[in-house]
């Protein structure tokens, strides 16, 4: 805007525009315009026109750099005619800025999805589509220590008990990797029912996506316990594709198993649909025994959804107290 203009909206709405920091809006109060220099102009913020780029500090996203009432000095460059009046209030300005941010955002998601869909279909031409999979896996080692197995990442010199591991494995098997679910001391049986018995020192992955707390929750539970879930969410007109959030407590000690032979605790879940919320607390107890006898299980499953809604659904081997 130049100076002529900019003396026409002295009281108007003006749009602010900065490098780094987004648009705003605000009312120009004064032309500064000094002899022989840029001119400027004195403006109060009222609104956000546009959010700036987005950059997360911790797990915050970082404040914007003009407050509402402001008043602030800006070159004539950055000053530009509003093409209609702006109507909102400063809160409500900052939240449309936002949503316009994350269309933008999901708009670049869906192009980078398409975009990736026709690489990975160049790369399956060129029968090299294995190559855009290998960085989803963790790859381990098994290590024998004494009468127990575990699994160790050397890049994070982390191990993991391998009995009773929820996950589902791949091991590699006359040449190709196959899924695999472990069955006791080096023995794998795969998907098609094939036994592999490997040896300490054996290589085998696993997908990163099983690192999901509610994948892996669902997977620790025996088939009843399943059930039991599935039939609450059920009656609920829902499922686990509604899951939203998953506080995993179990995982945390199952990972620990080779020093706790007791687990006892409550997981967090909570779903959604297009209309309503639902929160479980799943209560759990396990007692793993060093024998061959078989674990205690309990599981309970309590629903309630914001409108008011409860469910109980309740398994537990013979062997449980409850």
Not at 256 to 275: H, M, P, R
């Amino acid at each position: 805007m130049n100076r002529q203009q900019g003396k026409k909206y002295i009281g108007k709405q003006v749009k602010v525009k900065t490098r780094d920091h987004g648009q705003y809006v605000g009312v120009l109060h004064k032309i500064i315009a000094p002899p022989n220099t840029p001119w400027k102009g004195l403006v109060t913020i009222v609104g956000v026109f546009e959010y700036p780029p987005l950059e997360i500090n911790g797990e915050e996203v970082e404040p914007l750099i003009h407050a509402y009432n402001q008043e602030i000095e800006f070159s004539g460059q950055q000053l530009e005619a509003l093409i209609e009046p702006f109507k909102l209030s400063y809160e409500a300005s900052i939240a449309h800025a936002l949503k316009n941010r994350w269309t933008q955002i999901q708009d670049e998601i869906d192009q980078s999805d398409r975009t990736l869909s026709r690489i990975q279909q160049e790369l399956r031409k060129l029968k090299s589509e294995h190559l855009i999979f290998e960085d989803v896996y963790v790859y381990y080692h098994i290590v024998k220590k004494g009468r127990k197995l575990f699994i160790y990442d050397e890049k994070k010199k982390e191990s993991l008990s391998l009995d009773g591991c929820p996950f589902e494995f791949e091991i590699k098997t006359e040449g190709q990797w196959k899924a695999a679910l472990y069955v006791k001391g080096l023995l794998f049986e795969t998907t098609d029912n094939e036994e592999v018995e490997l040896s300490h020192g054996s290589v085998i992955r696993l997908n990163k996506a099983q690192f999901d707390p509610y994948r892996i929750l669902v997977n620790e539970l025996e088939s009843p316990s399943l059930l039991a879930l599935e039939r609450g969410l059920e009656k609920l007109g829902i499922g686990h594709e509604h899951s939203v959030y998953c506080h995993n407590s179990l995982l945390i000690q199952l990972l620990d198993t080779f020093k706790k032979q007791s687990l006892e605790g409550v997981n967090f879940l909570s779903y959604a649909n297009n209309d309503t919320q639902f929160v479980v607390q799943h209560h759990y107890e396990r007692e793993i025994k060093d024998d061959d006898s078989p674990d205690v299980t309990f599981d309970r499953f309590e629903f309630t959804s914001d409108k008011g809604e409860r469910v109980l659904t309740t398994y537990a081997t013979q062997f449980s107290n409850d």
